[in-house]
Structure formats: structure tokens, C-alpha cells
């Protein structure tokens, strides 16, 4: 139960600066629909909604999602000449770190 | 249609405690994916699928050859924000590189047929140095995020946990090349080395609490005297009652706010001392009271187990939703700032 809470989780971001932060925007506004999702399959783990309404909602909710993203996948690439990464900070549990690079 | 209600309940791999009229499930043992021997030669592991995308993909090696490509490169991050989650709209089936989680090893591993996707591709790593992406094959199209999907995602993380320390990536994380990976590896090692060191050894697990709020408002009736009194003129009184409801309402709110938190308070406080770290997220719908997920050292499982169990039987009156182990998905937070060179 509650695996899909994993999708509102994540262990790596990328920041991206000014001029591309409105293309990774666009791509996070689907969080509300997300919880959504977790809520209906919460709610079917009670036994609050029947199998066929959850397939009903997820469909539902993914159609949206769909409709927020785009109908593309969006691929990360590293490997261009006007991207760089120029920086990396990593959290682990309360604990703060900063390689500084 | 799919079948998901089979798969999610295999999801929870430890038996949940339950409390308080929920019926307990037992931890089925997930399915073990249709294996796809025969399909496994269609995408070669280690290789960069070829002749594609190359107009989309100026690596600086490629560039100096191909000055065309790279031109093409430059206009479209010219034209749009999305030079960095690329959309592929042009280059129809293309493949990219779904990544399932960062790992130390040196050597190439192969974890079988169990990748993301209605055709389970071979799930192998990409290595730079001692740190290496478990990766599959994945087109670049749309991934919805299906039970299906996302179990696809977490039963390659349980088969990898079981021998490596994980660095979980979040769900549908698709990176355009294999060069993309390991410029991610080479660019981040440092952290990542880092991050596998502290998680060594460390399981999550996840424990969400529930409970009947109509049942609680019952008990308040019955503790609190304000709330009882209130109650009683509802019910007894003829005339109108708009104001005395109205009193009743924010009582019974700030009573039950209370009630709850000091509830989440006793839950955290009985956990602290087996547990490495907790994260409490926000709760999913109006039955859930808590929702946090705890880091634990290998070595106290057993005890937080037996925590975790003596909590639910004192508090018998909530439900108990208590998975796991997971990798470390709440307790790392790797960001790459990305910045236009």
C-alpha cells in the first residue's frame, strides 16, 4: 500500500537557472493531481472506493497530469554545450553538506 | 485492463499492523515479473542507441565532427527554455535511459528482464568509476505514473537494495544518452560517494497512522465537558441552535487538532531512540494523522519492529500502516544546479 508515495519523492533534483526554470515549472505543476492519486489509492486500501472506481480516477487523473506535462517525456541531458552543472548540494537525513564545487 | 490490486498489495513487504477494524493483510510475496528472454537482444546494454536523436544530442566530443548538429543544438536552446528537459516530439521511438538508482561498484552488473515498461528490458549499470546508474532502456515517450510503472520502479530498487547500498532516483527520472549518465556520475561523485557512505547500512520504512474521526468526536463528547454540554443543548434544545452549533464545530476542531498531534507527538517521541532520522510528511486525505517515514540503522530493525508493534497495541483505537524496507527515498536530496555555460 502507499507505494505510489515514492512519485512525491525524490532523491535528485535539478536546479535549473532563471531562463530554464520555467520549462521544469511546468513539468512540477502536477503535484496537486499526484496527491490525488495517493488519496484514491489510500481510499481503496479502506475499501472506501470499489477496484473499478480507483481504475476510473486513475485514468482520470492521468489524463490530466498528461494534459499539464505535455504528451512528451521529458529526457535530462547533461551533455551540451550550453549546459553545464555548477553546482551540487547534497542532504543526508537533518544532516547538510556542501561539496562546494 | 491492468490488474493492479494484485500488485499493490505484494508492495507491502512487511506485514502492516493494523488496529481498529481494518483488516489486516499478509505480505505477499510480489509477482515475479513474465520473464522476456527472447526480447532481451533487442536493446544491447551498454551501448548508446544509435543513429538516433543525434541532431538532439551535442555531446562536445560529437560536435567538432558534426558542425551541422551542433548548430542545431545551439538554435533550439536558443529558441527554448527546454534545453535541458528536452522533449523529443521530433525523433518518434526513440530510446532513452530510465535510471532506477545510483549504486557503488566497479564492475558492470546485470539485474535480468525487469525493467520499467509493458515489455521488461534488460536492467544493467553504466559506470564511472566505482559509482555506477542502474539503468534500462525506455522509450521517450510518455511514462505514466500507473501502479504498474511505479512498482516496476520499486521492485528493480528492492532487487538492487539487497546487495548494494541505493541512492533511490525518483520515479520516471529519463536521462537522453548513456554520456548523460555518467556526466551526472563523473559531475556529482563526490556527493554521491558521500551519500552511499552515510546511507550504508540504513533502511527506511514507513509507518502511516489513520483514524475514525467520527469515533474520536465521540470520545470528545464523552471527555470533554465543554463539547458534551454543547452536544446535549443541540439535541434537547427547540429552537434554534445556529450559534450553539457554531461553538460546537470550532471545539470539536481545535479538539481534535489536538488530539491528533499530541497523538503524532507520543508516536515520534516512542520512536526516536531506534530510529536514525524521521521525516513526517503531510498526510494523504482527512483519515491519516500521521505520515512519516523513519530511517533505521540495520542493526536496530528487530527493535524498531518491536517498537512499532507494542505503539499500535497501545493505541488501539488507530490504524497502523507500517511498510518496508525502502531505499532511502526521503532521507537524500541530491540537486545539480544546471546553469547555461
Known amino acids: 500500500m502507499f507505494i505510489l508515495d515514492n512519485l512525491l519523492v525524490g532523491s535528485l533534483q535539478f536546479v535549473l537557472d532563471k531562463v530554464l526554470a520555467a520549462a521544469e515549472a511546468e513539468s512540477q505543476d502536477d503535484t496537486a493531481l499526484r496527491e490525488q492519486l495517493l488519496e484514491a489509492q489510500m481510499r481503496l486500501e479502506l475499501g472506501e472506493i470499489t477496484e473499478d472506481e480507483f481504475v476510473q480516477i486513475e485514468r482520470d487523473v492521468l489524463e490530466r497530469i498528461r494534459e499539464i506535462k505535455g504528451n512528451q517525456q521529458s529526457a535530462i541531458t547533461l551533455m551540451s554545450d550550453d549546459v553545464r552543472v555548477t553546482g551540487i548540494e547534497a542532504t543526508v537525513a537533518d544532516e547538510l553538506f556542501n561539496p562546494d564545487r | 485492463m491492468r490488474k493492479p490490486q494484485a500488485s499493490v498489495r505484494t508492495a507491502v513487504r512487511r506485514a502492516p499492523v493494523i488496529k481498529g477494524g481494518v483488516k489486516a493483510k499478509t505480505a505477499a510475496r510480489r509477482a515475479k515479473p513474465a520473464p522476456a528472454a527472447a526480447r532481451s537482444s533487442k536493446t544491447k546494454g551498454n551501448g548508446v542507441p544509435a543513429g538516433r536523436d543525434k541532431s538532439k544530442r551535442p555531446a562536445s566530443a560529437r560536435a567538432s565532427s558534426r558542425v551541422a548538429s551542433r548548430r542545431t ?247 497502523f500502516k507500517y511498510t518496508g524496507p525502502w531505499p532511502p527515498y526521503n532521507f537524500v536530496n541530491i540537486r545539480l544546479k544546471l546553469e547555461r555555460a
Open chain 2, 73 to 319: 543544438a545551439v538554435a533550439s536552446a536558443a529558441d527554448s527554455p527546454a534545453a535541458v528537459l528536452e522533449a523529443e516530439s521530433q525523433v518518434a521511438g526513440s530510446r532513452g535511459k530510465y535510471v532506477y538508482c545510483v549504486i557503488e561498484a566497479s564492475d558492470q552488473l546485470r539485474f535480468g528482464p525487469i525493467g520499467i515498461g509493458a515489455d521488461p528490458s534488460d536492467v544493467y549499470s553504466v559506470h564511472f568509476r566505482n559509482l555506477a546508474a542502474v539503468v534500462s532502456d525506455a522509450p521517450l515517450e510518455v511514462l505514466d505514473s500507473t501502479r504498474e510503472n511505479v512498482l516496476a520502479h520499486e521492485r528493480v530498487n528492492e532487487t538492487v537494495m539487497r546487495e548494494h547500498t541505493v541512492i533511490p532516483m525518483s520515479f520516471g527520472t529519463i536521462f537522453k544518452t548513456r554520456e548523460d549518465i555518467v556526466e551526472l556520475l563523473r559531475s556529482a561523485a563526490e556527493a554521491f560517494g558521500d551519500v552511499l557512505n552515510k546511507m550504508q547500512n540504513k533502511l527506511e520504512f514507513g509507518l502511516k497512522v489513520l483514524w475514525d474521526r467520527d469515533q474520536a468526536v465521540r470520545e470528545l463528547e464523552n471527555e470533554d465537558e465543554d463539547i458534551g454540554r454543547l452536544k446535549k443543548e443541540i439535541s434537547s434544545q427547540k429552537g434554534p441552535t445556529y450559534f450553539a452549533r457554531m461553538q460546537y464545530g470550532r471545539l470539536v476542531d481545535a479538539a481534535l487538532q489536538a488530539r491528533s498531534e499530541r497523538y503524532v507527538a507520543e508516536i515520534l517521541d516512542e520512536l526516536r531512540d531506534v530510529s536514525v532520522a524521521s521525516r513526517v510528511n503531510k498526510p494523504i486525505g482527512d483519515k491519516m494523522i500521521m505520515n512519516a517515514a523513519f530511517l533505521i540503522s540495520r542493526d536496530r530493525e528487530t527493535a524498531f519492529d518491536a517498537r512499532v508493534k507494542s505503539i499500535a497495541s497501545r493505541f488501539d483505537r488507530l490504524t
